[in-house]
């Protein structure tokens, strides 16, 4: 398998302060990364994580989202 064509999905746990930073390596990278979706305790930063980032799918419980 090629390294450079490898296509990675991902997904964000905790939406806080610093995740800012992880979204924007993810957009930075979108010719290999998915960001598929994020997940939080508190839903309101779940869901707000979710429509910053084109609306992927936001979870408040670990479990459900993997």
């Not at 999905?9 to 995740?19: K, Q």
Request: a negative charge; one cysteine or more.
């Amino acid at each position: 398998m090629n390294p450079s064509k490898t296509r990675y999905r991902i997904a964000v746990v905790g939406c806080g302060r610093i995740s800012k930073n992880h979204f924007g390596a993810i957009a930075t990278n979108q010719e290999r990364m998915d960001l598929v979706g994020v997940c939080d305790i508190v839903p309101e930063r779940a869901e707000e994580a979710s429509r910053a980032n084109g609306d992927v799918p936001w979870f408040t419980d670990l479990d459900a989202m993997l």
